[in-house]
């Protein structure tokens, strides 16, 4: 099954987090995707992290090796930035990008942001990591 992640998942996923568990159990068995976006999401999110001191400088270099090694395929913006913004009065426009790489590739969207996850007319599934 197809399955697209976003940065907040991922972020569970890599990270010693309370949801690592349903992150990982969400992504086995599935052909990983991502629009591009997600190496600077993540990244951003990771030095942000440590800067706060909310995780470690090795924890976020750990996060960068498991971003640049984890098994997804990723989807060049150019190919979704016409649909993401088409669904700007949904969902914020980073959002966007996953929604409409989901809807590209018909498949699910992994994500821990609950807010995403009440989005209305999504037209796709949305597994929420709880």
Not at 85 to 94: A, C, I, P, Q, T
């Amino acid at each position: 099954m197809r399955r697209v992640i976003d940065s907040s998942a991922l972020i569970d996923a890599i990270l010693p987090t309370t949801r690592q568990d349903r992150a990982l159990a969400a992504m086995a068995d599935a052909e990983l995707w991502s629009p591009a976006i997600v190496d600077l999401e993540v990244a951003s999110a990771l030095w942000r992290l440590a800067r706060t001191g909310q995780i470690s400088a090795a924890e976020a270099d750990s996060g960068v090796d498991a971003l640049q090694t984890a098994p997804i395929r990723r989807v060049d913006d150019t190919a979704v930035v016409g649909e993401a913004w088409r669904l700007r009065e949904s969902v914020r426009v980073s959002d966007a990008f996953y929604v409409a790489c989901a809807r590209l590739l018909n498949a699910d969207l992994i994500t821990s942001d609950a807010r995403l996850s009440r989005a209305h007319d999504l037209r796709i599934t949305v597994v929420l990591l709880r």
